[in-house]
């Protein structure tokens, strides 16, 4: 089927999701072994002993879970109505890249000004394809 070609963005995010997950226990066992969070620490959550650092993965993996949701949603409507077109492929994919780059942003030096124009162009590109859809299904 032509539209499952959309389901190639839409695996790819969900691998990167599944690698920021990863690197959740990680940063974890790191801080433990450095003495500085004991598991006492994630009884209700994190903690404030939690270092600023093992925290963004964590709050890293929950933005990747919230948003994209809408992503998910969009491309399995666009499949099951059939209206996935070369336009609608191509921004998933951009909205792939921007996400991974938001990822990366706030997993490494973390400017919250650079996090912030990258995610509100996420969104305007998760606008637009739901815009599409709902204008091709108006028309």
């Known amino acids: 089927m032509e539209a499952e070609r959309i389901f190639a963005p839409v695996l790819a995010l969900v691998g990167w999701t599944l690698l920021v997950l990863l690197t959740i226990p990680f940063y974890r066992f790191k801080a433990g072994f450095a003495g500085k969070i004991t598991p006492r620490d994630f009884t209700y959550g994190e903690s404030a002993r939690v270092p ?48 991974m780059l938001h990822s990366l942003v706030h997993m490494t030096y973390n400017n919250v000004l650079h996090r912030l124009g990258i995610f509100a162009t996420s969104t305007l590109v998760l606008a637009v394809i739901w815009g599409r859809l709902v204008l091709q299904l108006a028309g």
Not at 58 to 80: G, I, S
């Open 52 to 99: 600023d650092e093992t925290r963004i993965p964590n709050r890293h993996y929950m933005n990747l879970l919230e948003a994209p949701l809408l992503f998910y949603v969009v491309c399995v409507v666009m499949v099951l109505l059939q209206r996935v077109d070369d336009t609608a492929v191509m921004l998933a994919w951009i909205y792939f890249g921007l996400r």
